[in-house]
């Protein structure tokens, strides 16, 4: 069977900076309150016009070049979003038409989980034979989807992209993936209104429901138990001790989320990653923005085990745990 590996590490933020003292000036709050509560400083925010096909197409070009392909050298293109350009077409489509690829393209939607998702897929596609070179891009812009008049929300998201290549090969880059979903909690975090139940309308923009609606600590407490679990089971899956992983990565939503999982699983905080003060929540472009910086930073070397941890609405959660096989840039 061959297995998946990644080839190739690429990332984007846009650039508009939207500081924690800009949102002292929109609603009420405070640098403190946020830095204590989160941890973030500042986000990025798409442009006027810029889009998360946009992002994902600058991130994905810079994939396929670190691993030295083309964009025609991909046979699978899946896109990882919650904020997709349109309902459809896909937002991997117009993607794919922006960098000039010519292949299956398909958007997954798991929320800030979408990148795990993207990555079990390929990493399928990969083991069936049925794709050699997948292009998996995590992309949003969910302050697209964020109510600036909402103190409880509009503090935490910020846009962004990542993309991985991940190909055929004799070595195990991915070596266990771990996925799960408990759509009876979907009321905990949502954007109620502009699908098919609820149509946009007047009533719709009066209340507000184009926008996230979050339960915060309802998302905290599921965060902080199922991801441990999750860790240990693709771990168990793997044959690895949890002190093995050189890197942790989660999604980064929270500072304190990411604290409380490493004290559980017995993680040094210095092995869990985070760059949440100067990104916010970028969703489901998180974990590969993360790892392109770690992988910048040159702080992964063949061998680096490391393990990718998304949680969000859903609600739906997953962990891969990856074997880094690329020499550091
Ligand atoms: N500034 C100042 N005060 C605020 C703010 C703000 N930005 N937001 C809320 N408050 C107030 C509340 O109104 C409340 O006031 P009250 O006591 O007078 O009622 C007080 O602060 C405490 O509010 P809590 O909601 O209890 O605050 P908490 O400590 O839980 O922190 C937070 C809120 C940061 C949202 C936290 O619950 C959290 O991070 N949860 C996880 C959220 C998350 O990760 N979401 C993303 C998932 S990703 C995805 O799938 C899209």
């Not at 937002?91 to 000039?100: F, P, R």
């Not at 993309?163 to 055929?168: D, E, I, L, S, T």
């Not at 954007?191 to 309308?201: K, N």
Request: charged share 20%; glycine share 8%; aromatic share 6%.
């Amino acid at each position: 069977m061959p297995h998946a590996r990644i080839t190739g590490v690429g990332s984007y933020l846009p650039d508009a900076i939207l500081t924690n003292a800009d949102l002292e000036s929109m609603v009420d709050t405070s640098d403190e309150w946020i830095v204590t509560r989160t941890g973030i400083r500042e986000r990025r925010l798409a442009a006027p016009g810029e889009t998360t096909s946009d992002l994902a197409a600058h991130a994905a070009l810079r994939a396929l070049a670190d691993a030295g392909l083309e964009p025609r050298d991909v046979d699978l293109l899946v896109v990882g979003t919650s904020s997709p350009d349109k309902i459809f077409p896909s937002t991997a489509c117009i993607t794919a038409a922006k960098i000039g690829a010519a292949c299956p393209a398909v958007d997954v939607m798991a929320a800030c989980t979408s990148f795990v998702y993207a990555l079990h897929h390929a990493t399928c596609a990969i083991e069936a034979g049925r794709a050699r070179t997948v292009l998996v891009i995590g992309a949003d812009a969910l302050t697209r989807h964020v109510d600036f008049t909402d103190r409880t929300t509009c503090v935490l998201f910020g846009d962004g992209a990542g993309a991985f290549v991940v190909q055929a090969g004799d070595e195990q880059g991915v070596l266990a993936i771990d996925l799960g979903a408990d759509g009876t909690r979907g009321d905990v975090l949502e954007i109620p209104a502009c699908g098919a139940a609820m149509p946009a309308s007047e009533e719709v923009l009066a209340k507000r429901f184009q926008f996230i609606r979050m339960n915060g600590q309802e998302v905290f407490k599921f965060a902080v138990r199922v991801i441990p679990q999750s860790v240990k089971a693709a771990l168990a899956a793997s044959g690895l001790a949890v002190e093995q992983i050189d890197w942790l990565v989660p999604h980064q939503a929270n500072q304190r989320i990411l604290d409380t999982i490493a004290d559980r699983l017995g993680l040094p905080h210095e092995r869990v990653f985070s760059n949440i003060a100067t990104t916010g929540n970028t969703s489901a472009a998180s974990i590969p923005l993360a790892v392109d910086a770690l992988y910048t930073g040159r702080n992964l070397h063949p061998g680096s085990v490391v393990g990718l941890v998304g949680f969000g609405a859903g609600l739906t959660w997953g962990y891969a745990l990856v074997r880094w096989t690329k020499e550091a840039r």
